[in-house]
């Protein structure tokens, strides 16, 4: 019964791929926005995204954006949403804070019940079974990596190839996988910016105008484009 729809960006996500999220939200009205990522002002990130929400469909007021706060009544906001969102920023910042929130298993009990779920740069991230994919750096000494576990797949997000300027022997988003695939064996999956991936049912579709690239280990990583199926069985 789960539904999920994962993106690389959380400022131009929704004029990046406005007909995929209505389609995807269909005639819900009330979406909770969590700011637990960021490490700056929450309050401003959430009146940003407000502004962007307030001319969505379904019904010409728009979409009804509940700011999810990890640190103030964060399981009651949730209680009141169709859908949740959570948004971009630190992703070892988010996890710890939804750890703290109690908000790890509320979040998962509620997408099995059949409650959309988007996420956005960390909040794609911690869909994930782990989160040690992502591009950010540690400054919150986070020690327990396991996340929320809606998808079978960690996410690289902003992931871009190696650029044939690099230096010689310069590290690559590449070799970092590699290397998460000496110790672990699940997939990981490199979201461009301007791409999706939408799961449901345990199918998951590239969405977007972009690519992914799906990383297995032993076998060559693979580019996706918008309309794939991704083979993740």
């Not at 009205?29 to 960021?38: D, E, G, H, I, P």
């Not at 007021?61 to 509940?66: E, I």
């Not at 044939?164 to 970092?176: G, K, L, Q, Y």
């Amino acid at each position: 019964m789960s539904r999920v729809l994962l993106f690389s960006t959380t400022g131009g996500v929704l004029e990046m791929a406005r007909s995929e999220l209505c389609a995807f939200l269909g005639d819900l009205k009330t979406l909770a926005f969590v700011t637990a990522a960021s490490l700056g002002d929450e309050v401003a990130y959430y009146q940003r995204m407000q502004a962007n929400f307030a001319p969505l469909p379904p019904d010409g007021a728009g979409v009804r954006l509940l700011h999810l706060k990890w640190n103030d009544a964060p399981l009651a906001t949730l209680a009141r949403a169709d859908a949740v969102f959570v948004g971009g920023g630190n992703t070892y910042a988010l996890l710890k804070r939804l750890r703290e929130a109690k908000l790890l298993d509320a979040i998962r009990e509620r997408v099995a019940g059949g409650m959309p779920y988007v996420g956005s740069s960390a909040g794609s991230n911690v869909a994930g079974p782990r989160i040690l994919t992502t591009n950010d750096w540690n400054v919150v000494g986070l020690d327990d990596f396991g996340a929320l576990g809606l998808v079978p797949f960690n996410i690289n997000p902003h992931y871009l190839e190696a650029d044939p300027a690099m230096a010689a022997n310069s590290e690559t988003r590449d070799d970092r996988i590699r290397e998460y695939h000496v110790i672990w064996s699940n997939p990981v999956l490199g979201i461009e910016e301007g791409a999706a991936v939408r799961v449901e049912d345990g199918v998951a579709t590239v969405c977007g105008h972009a690519r992914v690239k799906l990383f297995r280990r032993g076998a060559a990583p693979v580019w996706y484009s918008a309309g794939s199926r991704l083979p993740l069985d």
